[in-house]
Structures are given as structure tokens and as C-alpha cells.
């Protein structure tokens, strides 16, 4: 039986995540700002199967509680063997292009947040010397493009952070994997027009899952899209530049 | 692009939006229009569509609430399929008290349409399990429905068809089962008598019971009688789950030719004889047992764009079944309107719960037409006034042309129906009919 940390696990592709675990019957700790949501997925992944869903209702965004939340998750449950980081925002583009406040609440909630929580799980997994620390980017942080560029640099900047800190961690045990999906099609999206390369959310769980376990580096969802962003990387900047992506 | 058409992809909408309710904490979105709820839109007809207004979607209301795996007694939300109850039960030795012939519904829709099974005559519908729901009306009231709280809503929300206010989440009753295999029978019938023979034969000793018809042989009313139940313990795999993926799938509209009724006819006849003795017998497992068309995904596009209609009613025995039955299919034969797959099945006697519910005791029989346009609703209106005068009733989940004169005359109680209505649902189906 693992012991599985899911943060920012309301969302709904960390459902899934969480799902697949419970049905294998193993123990989960949830972190999520939204407590009646947290209840009601516990409920879900206690019946399927889960041998113990404990929950933490608190806003991610609020660093000052970061190093106190994750030093009591190691005192209460001794080892983690994998934390997911499942949380961020796709915000209001246009907006976060001149407003500061929509441009911070960007930045924190789909990098700050994570680096801060980071560093304080990295140090207990470096303590218990083994473990596997998963966290969830984007496509959208290989190349930044008009409509998204301030999420897109928050999971580029994390996008480096996860790779130095897999370096970082390796002579440790620690295992460092960095996610980088496609849009899915979740609440996260839906006010989006869905297109035939939109991710469905059981299908980018179940590839989160079998990334873990089998200890990849980075991993794009659905496989596709490192195809896609190679392409898309592969243009050079003098043509890029009068695109409109 | 047609937005979420309903299964028999017709009629088409063309004006139509959607939105998901994005948990079943969440208040009801109020767009100007009206709304209704959706779920997996395998309803045939209209009932699922609202041309010119919303539909509310619940497809993230995907949790399990509770389970108790010794009293079989489920709690959900309203937007977990049949499959996904299944995936859960059948593992620990349940299984649906009452199914639809796919798996790929939604609790909340089951309850809409208040769905029948092949155990009917045993079991009644699946709004005869259900023990409360919560609706969430558009005042933003949640009311907790069940038999002692709010009772008059809870039956007019049983084959409601989705009007009386969203369902959030639902807590019914399954059975317990010893494996997941079923102990089937096939008999060979040449005839209706024949076939009522047979059904009140089989009805005490087997919990599940169906015919399919070949309703477009030149000879008598022929058809293969299918019964079963659900077998003991097996020496391995007691609970094993159907396959979740299947490389079948019906990828692209087939061209409107596919089925015609010389295709049509030759597939009924090599059904027909597919049993090659008259009476055979064995061991299956429940997914072809009760889901026969799940593996071919999207199988409604065999019909190619124009879509197809379903037709299907149920006749009272007192009202001689057997003569309104044969009237019907002396007009499909003269139409030469083949219907490729023909269900017969008898319904029994228990009382449904819902005020609206389409099942009673007597006959039914479920066909399926590709969409010929005119002539064939032509056709069907003539069966509707045999359905009419044998004092039967149209299935609206399957319905797509009946008339307003037709509909109130199947369904009289629509006066105290109509006062559960919540002002801001409606559909395309109620909108034509009343």
C-alpha cells in the first residue's frame, strides 16, 4: 500500500489520478481549497476502494502556511511515496497582459506556489530517500505564443525548476517527473472549443499513473503532443513572431 | 457540426447550448433560455434535445456518495453511468436492479425515463428501486425526494423526463448476484401464440426474459425467445468484468443504402437460423447477455446522416395484445418499412413509481426504422392509432413524431403531471407534444 499526496486535488485530472489509486486500494491525502469538494471526493475514492482519504482544505496560494502544512503531512504520515501537483489556473489571458493583479494570480498559482511547495517536499522526500514527486505543466510552457504567454512562462519556469530539481535529487532516491499535457477537456476548460486534439480526463490519468510507475522523466499527454511541440518549436523565431498562436 | 444530438440523430438541432454543471454543490446555471438536464443523450427521439435553449450536462457529476457492499444499497450522482456502477458492483457481487439494453446511461437519465429491463415482469423499472434523490429546482431550492419526503415530486420525477428540476444525485437498491454469468436459454418461435406461450411459461422460473422478432419474413410472426438467469458460482473468474475497450466501432456515417430491405431481410433470416437447433442453451457472460450493441460503438451511424427512428409501445393483454401486435405488423409489411432489429418482451403487473412511466402490463415491442421521412411517419402514425384504440402507449424516450392528440391519450394523468413542471425546464420532445 502507498501513500499518495495529491495537491490541488479537486481537479479533475487529479480525480482521475486519485481514482486509479483507490481503486488499488491505496491511502490518500488530498489538498485542495474547496472543502465541500474534498468531502465529496473522498467520498468517491473511499467507495472505490481507497484504504484511507484524509483531506487539507487550504488555499495553495497561501505561502506562509507552505513549510507548517507539508512538515505536518510528513509528521502525520512518516513517508509519502508520491506527491502529485495537480493545481493552477488558466486565468483570464487578455486580462494578465496589463491587469497586475490577474498577472500575479497567474504566476503564483501555476509557479510560485509550486517552487515554494517544492522545496519544502523535497527536503522530506531527501529525508526519507525514496519517493517519487510528480507535477503537472503544460505544452504551453515549450514556447511562449500571443494568447497564453504569462501561463505559458509560469510552466516554462516550472518546467526548469522540475528538471534542475530531478537533477538535484537523483543521488537521493528521489525521482523528479514532469507532466506536460495538452488541453484537456475539464471544467479547467469549458469555455473552450473543444477540437479533436483536446485530452479526455480518464485517458491523461491513466498516463499520469503509468508515468510514475515507470519512473519517466518528462512525459507529454496525450503522447501526441511531443510531436506537436516539436513542430511547433522547430519554427524559427523570424516566422513564429507573425503568427498568431 | 450538430451539438449533442440525441442517439437516433433525429430530429437535428440546430440551435441549441450547453453548459456542465460543475459539481452537485453547484447552483443551477439560469440563461435566459429555458434548460434541461443531459446526461449520456441516449434517449432516441427529442426528449433530449432543446432546440433554442440549454442543456445542462452532468457529466462531472461522476462520484460515488456511498456503498455498502452487504446491503447492495448505492448513493451516487446523478451523471455515474450504469458502466461505472457495474465496474464497482460486479467485483463485489452486485449488479443493477433493472438495465436498459446499454450501459452507457446516467443514474439521473435512468430515473428521467424511468428504464425497463428484461426483468420487467419480475422487477418492475429502475424508479421501483430507487429509494431518494435531491432536485435541484430553479428557484434554487434542494429538495430531498423519496416515498415519505416530498412523495408527489419523487413520482412525478420518475419518468419526468428530465422537467421537473435537476436531479444532483440518487440512492437505489442492487441485487446481489452469485457471478457475472448468466445461465441463457434460446428458443425458436413461429408465431405470436407461440411466443405467449412461451412467455408466460418462462416468466415465473427465469428473472430475465426477451424476444427478438423478424418482423419482416414473408411466413407468420417468427422470432427467437431469450431467457435467463443469473448463474451460481463459477469455478473461476465468479465476477468478471466486461472489456472496456473495444476496436469496434462504426468510425463514419454508413451511405443511407447500408439498410434496405433486402439487407435487412437477409440479416433477420440468418439471425433467425443462427440457432441451429430450436432450443439451445448455455453459459454467457452478462455483458452480451444484456448489452449486445455496447462493443460496436456509435452503431447509430449504421444509419447513416439522415439518422434513424425507434418506435416503441406497449399494448394491454385485456385489450387482446395479440390482435393490435398483428394489425401492426400487417402495416409494417405492407410499407415494406423493415425494421433490422425488432424487440418483443411482456411486461408484468408491478405498479411503477413514476406518475409518467411508459411500462404497463401487457406486450411491447421496440422496432427501429432508418429515416425514410415522410412515408414513414406516415406509417407510424397508423400504428399509433392501433396503439391508441388497444389502449397502449408510445415510449417518449424513444419517441421523435407522436402527435399531441396521441400523447395525451397515452399518458392522461399529464394534468397532475404538468404541476411539477419547473417553469424554467423544457424540451424539444414537451414542446411538441403538449
Redesign the interface.
Known sequence: MKKILIIGATS?IAQEVAKIYATQKHELILWGRNS??LT??S??LT??GASKVSVIAHDLNDFSRHEEFVTNIWKDSKTIDIALLAHGVLGDPRKAETTQSELFKLLNSNFVSHASLLAFISTEMIHQGHGTIAVISSVAGDRGKQSNYVYGSAKAGMTAYVDGLRNRLFKTGVHVLNLKLGPVDT?MT?DHKKGPLFGKAPQVGAGIVTAIEKKKNTVYLPFFWRYIMWIICSIPESIFKKLSL | MMLLPSWGLYPKVQNQASQALESRFASLPLPDSTILPRGLGRSYGDSCLNNGGTLICSNYLNKFISFSSETGLIRCEAGVTFEDVIKLAVPKGWFLPVTPGTKFVTVGGAIANDVHGKNHHKSGNFGNHVTQFELLRSTGERLLCSRNSNPELFKATIGGLGLTGFITWAEFQLIKIDSSWVDQEQIQYHNLNDFFAIAEESEENFDYTVSWVDCVSSSDVRGIFIRGNFANAQSEDNFKLHKEKSLKNVPVFLPEQTLNRFSIRAFNELYFHKNISSHKAGLVHYEPFFYPLDSIHNWNRIYGKRGFLQYQFVVPYKNDAGAALNEIFQVLKKSQMGSFLAVLKTFGNLQPEGLMSFPKEGVTLALDFANYGDSLLKVLETCDSIVRSANGSVYPAKDARMSKQSFSTFYPQIESFEKHIDPKFSSSFWRRVR
Do not use: E, F, L, T
Open positions: 479533475a465541500q469538494m465529496a471526493i467520498q468517491d467507495v472505490r471544467p469549458k
